[in-house]
């Protein structure tokens, strides 16, 4: 009997045995099949995580662009502004200049013919004074003496050719023809703009050739750009 009990206990331990190896392989699997699962799940996490901070990075740089796109147009309009203000300020300038100087000129020639018409006044004056120490006898010659003294102010319409003068002044100063800010509109940037792409003298401006041209519509933004050249054929 005990040697039949032996061969049953065998039996258990070798079916226990792999009872145990079917389970352990069973376990084995279900880790293999969690630990694929996971990866798996990993990679199905991790590929929209990389795709939201790709769009991420995107959008910052887009919003970069714009912004720096932004920023240089709100700078460009910035320096227009000042260069328009730089310009009116410039042409105010020459235009109170010119209203000094014509002024000046009007108070100097006002003097000259107020001076002018004095000198007669005088000299009529001073021969009616002298008349009393004369101790000539004779009417006669006191009277031929005022018909000559009332005579004197036919010198007066002479007086009136002062104003003459005002072109001799003017012509002492020769004109700069390379002063673009002469003319009516073009202030101290914008003529220095000129400059630099080569229109150096009004008479560039006044009578443009076609290389001037094309250079001048480069300044077509410019107010009052319509009028440059006739204005600039003003001054010449």
């Not at 699962?37 to 990389?50: A, T, Y």
């Amino acid at each position: 009997m005990a040697k039949k009990a032996k061969p049953s206990v065998d039996k258990i331990v070798k079916k226990v045995n792999k009872e145990f190896e079917k389970t352990s392989s069973q376990i084995e699997g279900l880790v293999n099949d969690a630990l694929k699962q996971f990866d798996s799940l990993q990679n199905q996490i991790q590929e929209p995580v990389r795709k939201l901070l790709k769009e991420v990075d995107e959008l910052r740089e887009r919003e970069m662009k714009r912004f720096n796109e932004e920023f240089e147009r709100r700078l460009n309009e910035f320096h227009e502004l000042q260069d328009s203000i730089l310009e009116r300020l410039g042409v105010a300038s020459k235009e109170v200049k010119e209203d000094v100087k014509k002024q000046a000129e009007k108070a100097s020639s006002q003097a000259s013919a107020a001076a002018q018409k004095a000198a007669p006044k005088a000299a009529q004056k001073a021969p009616a004074k002298k008349a009393p120490a004369k101790k000539a006898p004779a009417k006669s010659a006191t009277k031929a003496a005022k018909p000559a003294a009332k005579k004197a102010p036919a010198k007066k319409p002479a007086a009136k050719k002062a104003p003459a003068r005002k072109p001799a002044a003017k012509a002492a100063k020769p004109l700069d023809k390379s002063d673009l800010t002469l003319v009516k509109g073009i202030g101290p940037a914008t003529a220095k703009k000129m400059k630099d792409a080569g229109i150096t003298s009004i008479e560039q401006i006044a009578n443009p050739s076609a290389a001037d041209q094309e250079k001048l519509k480069a300044f077509s933004s410019v107010k009052g750009f319509d009028q440059f050249s006739t204005e600039a054929k003003k001054i010449l």
